[in-house]
């Protein structure tokens, strides 16, 4: 995990910092970003903490503090079912990872978990944002098994189709694919169900689909929905019935469906669930 992002010649930062673009550019050149408009990673990142955030990301996650005063612990119970997940996967002779939406690196990523368990193991990350691909692209920048490209997931020829994403996923071969907290990220309109099914369609028999989501589990959940969607544009809270639908066809294991704590826990959780442990449910599911 790196503190800040990198140094380079491109994107200006909050402190003066630039980023390259890298190769995963398809056209190459410089951007810029507008700190006047919030990164759902930024916000994220801020939920949890961190220092890769501008004024408005931290402003978005104050008011969700506001909601939801657990909303840090959220953030990570999403790392810790990130971590129970790929460690199942690797376990089930999964080694090549796609990590959809991946957002900022962090304390035990994709690539490290799985590697603990399956030295092997190949990951790609996934994600619109340029702060994603700075960080990734220096966390990255001596593993030629994992590698970050900017593309975005509403878009999946441009994911499926990508030279990195080719050179790292052997599509003939089971993947593992993730979804972790990003589909409620899609309105209706864009059609989520539909596009997880068209990353589905793009791996063979035997491959994965892990995903997380937020859960319409209450009052607290309701304006927590409205305040996002009203300052970020985006997160849609569905209802467990709902996250279900996604692995339609799918075999899930055991747990199914359930809110993030629930899903295959170290140690047990003792109920009744917070407010926060019900904010996000999940489940992973074996294409057959």
């Not at 376990?91 to 991946?102: E, V």
Request: charged content about 25%.
């Amino acid at each position: 995990m790196t503190d800040r992002p990198p140094t380079g010649t491109g994107e200006s930062g909050e402190s003066g910092e630039t980023f390259e673009t890298g190769e995963t550019f398809e056209t190459g050149g410089t951007f810029e970003i507008d700190e006047s408009r919030p990164s759902i990673a930024r916000v994220y990142d801020a939920v949890l903490g961190g220092d890769t955030n501008f004024a408005v990301d931290r402003a978005i996650a104050a008011e969700s503090l506001r909601i939801v005063p657990e909303i840090g612990d959220v953030g990570r119970y999403n790392r810790a079912v990130l971590g129970r997940g790929v460690r199942y996967l690797a376990r089930s002779g999964i080694r090549q990872f796609l990590d959809l939406g991946s957002g900022l690196p962090t304390a035990r990523n994709t690539h490290q978990v799985a590697r603990a368990a399956a030295p092997d193991s190949r990951v790609v990350y996934v994600d619109n944002d340029p702060i994603v691909l700075a960080h990734g692209r220096e966390l990255l920048a001596e593993d030629d098994r994992s590698t970050v490209v900017l593309a975005d997931l509403r878009d999946p020829r441009s994911v499926l189709d990508h030279p990195q994403v080719r050179r790292l996923i052997d599509f003939d071969l089971p993947v593992g694919l993730l979804l972790l907290g990003v589909i409620h990220h899609l309105n209706d309109e864009e059609d989520p169900a539909g596009l997880v099914r068209t990353f589905l369609d793009a791996v063979p028999r035997g491959s994965w689909l892990f995903l997380t989501h937020f859960c319409a589990s209450g009052p607290e959940a309701a304006g927590l929905e409205r305040a996002l969607l009203t300052d970020l544009g985006t997160g849609r809270f569905r209802t467990l019935e709902e996250i279900t639908a996604y692995f339609d066809g799918l075999e899930l294991v055991e747990p199914g469906v359930t809110y993030l704590p629930l899903w295959r826990p170290v140690t047990p959780v003792e109920p009744p669930l917070t407010v926060g442990q019900s904010l996000m449910a999940g489940g992973l599911a074996r294409k057959v």
